[in-house]
């Protein structure tokens, strides 16, 4: 077993190897309980007094907070996050990337799919099911056997709510990225030179759509406020780029595309000189 253990000290997290009963003092110590017959994926993040239960699982790279409880024959799917003094049920299923907020109650046999996020505070009932990316805010209460389907993250509302940002009558949002002064992009992959961005031009790729892949094959767009952000103090230029709904392949804080067209250089003065 590889796990992830607060330091007593500083709080870090450190990597623990051994078995159950070789890391039993550590677990004491932080006085976690972990069932002999649960199973502990590599490299889970286990915080303070948390407990797993009864043939419980728990996903590699999965984040278990603070007091949190996992019940009997629950599974925590890979990359997961269980918040601090978050509560799941016995036979609950938390899908991959999920996120339950601190303090959230996850009832028995409740279903939580991939990437779903679930808010601090809130309520699931026994055998309610929640689908892939869907949002269930702070303090919701959702009642015993409630099915919420899957969100479609592809529709002009959900990238109006996640970028701010809405398309014209044929479809295409005016999107924007920080770049280097000549235009090429910050980053590269390794042997290849760094992308460079055309005025009035366009490219296109192959690449699918895919959710589960944040950052891949494409470029990436967001608002104006995200690019300016994410230039922070380098030098840098900003550029829009017109894109349209169908060539967006994943949707966050920003989108990933396989087409764009018409890049502009964004020229601004918020000193108004």
């Excluded at 590599?42 to 999965?62: M, S």
């Excluded at 036979?91 to 409740?110: D, F, L, Q, S, T």
């Excluded at 290849?192 to 005025?199: A, D, I, N, T, W």
């Excluded at 967006?248 to 018409?262: H, Q, T």
Aim: net charge neutral; proline share 1%.
């Amino acid at each position: 077993m590889k796990i992830y253990l607060r330091n007593l000290k500083t709080s870090e997290w450190e990597l623990k190897e051994g078995t159950l009963k070789e890391l039993q003092k550590e677990l004491d110590d932080r006085k976690i309980i972990i069932s002999e017959t649960a199973n502990i994926g590599n490299y889970a993040n286990i915080g303070y007094k948390a407990n797993i239960g009864y043939k419980a699982n728990i996903g590699d790279e999965a984040n278990i907070g603070d007091e949190a409880n996992i019940g009997d024959k629950a599974n925590i799917g890979d990359e997961a996050n269980i918040g601090n003094y978050a509560n799941i049920g016995n036979y609950a299923n938390i899908g991959y990337k999920a996120n339950i907020g601190n303090y959230a109650n996850i009832g028995y046999y409740a279903n939580i799919g991939n990437e779903a996020n679930i808010g601090y505070y809130a309520n699931i009932g026994n055998e309610a099911n929640i689908g892939y990316y869907a949002n269930i805010g702070y303090k919701a209460n959702i009642g015993n056997y409630a099915n919420i389907g899957k969100i479609d993250v592809f529709t002009k509302e959900y990238i109006y709510i996640m970028l701010g940002l809405l398309p014209d009558e044929k479809g295409y949002f005016t999107m924007y990225k920080s770049v280097n002064s000549d235009l090429t992009a910050f980053y590269q992959e390794e042997n290849k030179k760094s992308y460079q961005y055309k005025v009035d031009k366009g490219d296109n790729c192959t690449a699918k759509r895919n959710q589960s892949i944040q950052c891949g094959s494409g470029w990436h767009f967001s608002n104006l406020w995200q690019a300016i952000s994410f230039a922070e103090n380098k030098p840098h230029k900003i550029i829009s780029a017109k894109v349209h709904i169908s060539n967006i392949l994943s949707v966050y804080d920003k989108v990933r595309v396989n087409k764009f067209s018409d890049v502009k250089i964004v020229n601004f003065d918020f000193k108004g000189k």
